[in-house]
């Protein structure tokens, strides 16, 4: 069956320095692949795209890559701030998009 | 202005209540859903509807049930609360992927708590 997994349910960074999470599937070729943010008590709200025919996305100090033949996205914060600090989904899909259980990522002053 | 709105944000219920969430959106966008985000906040699909049509249907209990009247409301009918319904329910809604680099956009949520 179709797998997720952000292999770190919590990452904890001090502030400047880049967070890296990692998103791995199994058992399916996505078309896409998404990175979301979800802050306590609201919605994900969407933070990037890449699809399978682009190797590597960015916007602002995100970056995001998308390698199709290892099965696994990852997704960088350069510059990191205390205002990065979220929960951070990813959800690599075709026409239904599923998530990954997430990381809770906590960037210290 | 809120692209996607869901109402009620809270609700409270009894067991085997049989009750609604709505949801609409006033970005134009080709399909709407909803997902269930559990507990251990987890999110999971439960259906989409794409020009009123419906496009996936999880597996989830014949107790619920999406309703469309048009292209920019989605709502959720459920039926016979149970306990394990209890959760945050999502709306969100997209563009076709194709031809957008844009992703999907949800709802502030409503926490259903059924005791």
């Known amino acids: 069956s179709q797998k997720i997994e952000q292999n770190s349910e919590a990452l904890n960074i001090q502030e400047g320095k880049t967070a890296t999470l990692t998103c791995n599937y199994t058992?399916?070729?996505?078309?896409?692949l998404q990175w979301y943010r979800q802050d306590p008590g609201r919605g994900p709200v969407f933070l990037l795209l890449?699809?399978?025919?682009?190797k590597e996305k960015r916007k602002e100090r995100l970056k995001v890559t998308f390698d199709t033949t290892l099965k696994q996205s990852l997704f960088h914060i350069t510059a990191s701030q205390p205002a990065d600090s979220a929960t951070y989904l990813c959800?690599?899909?075709?026409?239904?998009?599923?998530f990954g259980a997430g990381t809770r990522l906590t960037v210290k002053p | 202005d809120t692209a996607v709105s869901q109402t009620p944000k809270y609700l409270v219920t009894q067991m085997g209540n049989d009750k609604s969430i709505k949801c609409e959106q006033n970005?134009?966008?080709?399909?709407m859903y909803w997902y269930k985000q559990d507990s251990k906040k987890f999110l999971k699909i439960m259906f989409s509807?794409?020009?009123?049509?419906?496009?996936i249907n999880e597996t989830v209990p014949n107790r619920f049930s999406p309703k469309s009247p048009d292209k920019a409301h989605l709502n959720l009918h459920i039926n016979s609360l149970e306990l394990g319904d209890s959760a945050v329910y999502f709306c969100?809604?997209?563009?076709?992927?194709?031809?957008?680099?844009?992703?999907?956009?949800f709802g502030s949520g409503t926490r259903l708590t059924v005791v």
């Open positions: 969100a809604s997209s563009r076709a992927l194709s031809r957008s680099d844009y992703g999907y956009t």
């Open positions: 058992n399916y070729s996505p078309a896409y």
């Open positions: 890449i699809r399978e025919n682009e």
């Open positions: 959800a690599p899909h075709n026409n239904d998009m599923r």
């Open positions: 970005l134009g966008h080709d399909t």
């Open positions: 509807y794409n020009n009123k049509e419906l496009i």
